[in-house]
């Protein structure tokens, strides 16, 4: 399974190839990245974190809102 997911290195490329074309087409300076992921490992969230991104933990989102958060989550996102 661990073949079909980008490595951090490659991810990182990419975010800075968005952050440049921001800054070179529109002048915005895109500060921060927010990683989203279901992916248990804190390992690897370490070397997300070593990226300077910032994550959103949802631990305890189901417990606060219940078991339909995730539609409500889903539609405010759009």
């Not at 305890?60 to 809102?65: E, G, I, K, L």
């Given at each position: 399974?661990?073949?079909c997911?980008?490595?951090l290195?490659?991810?990182?490329?990419?975010?800075?190839?968005?952050?440049?074309?921001?800054r070179?087409?529109?002048?915005?300076?895109?500060e921060?990245?927010?990683?989203?992921?279901d992916?248990?490992?804190?390992?690897?969230?370490?070397?997300?974190?070593k990226?300077?991104?910032?994550?959103i933990?949802?631990s305890?989102?189901?417990?606060?809102?219940g078991d339909?958060?995730?539609?409500?989550?889903?539609f405010?996102?759009y």
């Open positions: 399974m661990e073949e997911f980008a490595p290195p490659v991810i990182a490329r990419r975010v800075q190839e968005v952050k440049d074309e921001l070179e087409r529109k002048g915005i300076i895109a921060h990245v927010i990683m989203t992921s992916e248990p490992d804190p390992a690897w969230w370490e070397d997300v974190a990226h300077g991104w910032l994550r933990d949802h305890t989102t189901d417990a606060f809102y339909w958060w995730v539609t409500f989550l889903s405010s996102l």
